[in-house]
Nanobody
Framework: QVQLIESGGGLVQTGGSLRLSCAAS????????MGWFRQAPGKEREFVAA????????EYADSVKGRFTISRDNAKSTVYLQMNNLKPEDTAVYYC???????????????????WGQGTQVTVSS
């Protein structure tokens, strides 16, 4: 089992940047595929970015491609989401998720993931 704790959310103006962190504890961090999702009020949880379990593959939602960067530090058991050029439509609660797997593919569906953090609020003002 793994526990996930997100941090780094906040209020930022349009065009600003934030870096989210997701600290994991528990089983070997490198044995998990990791993803970031977000959920705005009244909307379904949507895929933002993800790593395959060995970190060899990354994938982004079209809406964030070129602005967001996912990275991981296995030594620190932490996944990051660097968010640049933020827009009001990026406002949401952001969640980190982990999937126990050794299949080197990207998982985009939230139901594919086994563990979730509590979420961190990101608000982008216009």
């Amino acid at each position: 089992q793994v526990q996930l704790i997100e941090s780094g959310g906040g209020l930022v103006q349009t065009g600003g940047s934030l870096r989210l962190s997701c600290a994991a504890s528990g089983r070997t961090f490198s044995a998990y595929a990791m993803g970031w999702f977000r959920q705005a009020p009244g909307k379904e949880r949507e895929f933002v970015a993800a790593f395959s379990w060995n970190g060899g593959l990354t994938e982004y939602a079209d809406s964030v491609k070129g602005r967001f960067t996912i990275s991981r530090d296995n030594a620190k058991s932490t996944v990051y989401l660097q968010m640049n050029n933020l827009k009001p439509e990026d406002t949401a609660v952001y969640y980190c998720a982990a999937k126990s797997t050794v299949v080197p593919i990207i998982f985009r569906g939230p139901t594919s993931y086994d563990y979730w953090g509590q979420g961190t609020q990101v608000t982008v003002s216009s």
